[in-house]
T-cell receptor, first 113, second 114 residues
Framework: AAGVIQSPRHLIKEKRETATLKCYPI?????VYWYQQGPGQDPQFLIS???????DKGSIPDRFSAQQFSDYHSELNMSSLELGDSALYFC????????????FGQGTRLTVV | AQSVAQPEDQVNVAEGNPLTVKCTYS??????LFWYVQYPNRGLQFLLK??????LVKGSYGFEAEFNKSQTSFHLKKPSALVSDSALYFC????????????FGAGTRLAVHP
């Protein structure tokens, strides 16, 4: 079965640089979520999209932005990177609804040096 | 606000013994509860969920969870632990507002010893 695809898997950037993370949700899933997981921490919700429109916003810094495109893939854009942005970034997709589970991608490990 | 708590940072169990990973919840309205497992440098894998119905929910890899409304708990269990079950386990609840994002607990590291 198709899963959530994230690219790249690993990314190394210098401080103040920009990074773009991509997510390809499971076909026919209408909702995409982005999470950030710091070392030894639980995943923190950043932002979500429902049918290509931003639906919810969490603790996402103003330096970050995201969008979902017509083909349903989503991109998380991160500018003016800081050392503290080093983390695992997960994308998840689901069919909208409280009883539906979200399926997660393998994540992108971002290291800012 | 919806939240879950995992009171144990780590659980140690011998292979072949039963295991329990604890989770308590605080929700307004009906709870929609989930368990996920995370292996090193991997994404989160869905194990099971409670929506309604039977209090004992069966999931993947032989795991099950018991929903207890009076104790507001949703503990993850397995009758016989395997070394390969060693991983990080997250309990989660669906947000009641917005577009149903998952809110995670802090996670519990399960270590199964041979």
């Amino acid at each position: 079965a198709a899963g959530v695809i994230q690219s790249p898997r690993h990314l190394i950037k210098e401080k103040r640089e920009t990074a773009t993370l991509k997510c390809y949700p499971i076909p026919r899933h209408d909702t995409v979520y982005w999470y950030q997981q710091g070392p030894g921490q639980d995943p923190q919700f950043l932002i979500s999209f429902y049918e290509k429109m931003q639906s919810d916003k969490g603790s996402i810094p103003d330096r970050f932005s995201a969008q979902q495109f017509s083909d349903y893939h989503s991109e998380l854009n991160m500018s003016s990177l800081e050392l503290g942005d080093s983390a695992l970034y997960f994308c998840a997709s689901s069919v909208q609804g409280r009883g539906t589970e979200a399926f997660f991608g393998q994540g992108t490990r971002l290291t800012v040096v | 606000a919806q939240s879950v708590a995992q009171p144990e940072d780590q659980v140690n169990v011998a292979e072949g013994n039963p295991l329990t990973v604890k989770c308590t919840y605080s929700v307004s309205g009906n709870p929609y509860l989930f368990w996920y497992v995370q292996y090193p440098n991997r994404g989160l894998q869905f194990l099971l969920k409670y929506i309604t119905g039977d209090n004992l929910v069966k999931g993947s890899y032989g795991f099950e969870a018991e929903f207890n409304k009076s104790q507001t708990s949703f503990h993850l269990k397995k009758p016989s632990a395997l070394v390969s079950d060693s991983a990080l386990y997250f309990c989660a609840v669906k947000d009641s507002g917005g577009y149903n994002k998952l809110i995670f607990g802090a996670g519990t590291r399960l270590a199964v010893h041979p």
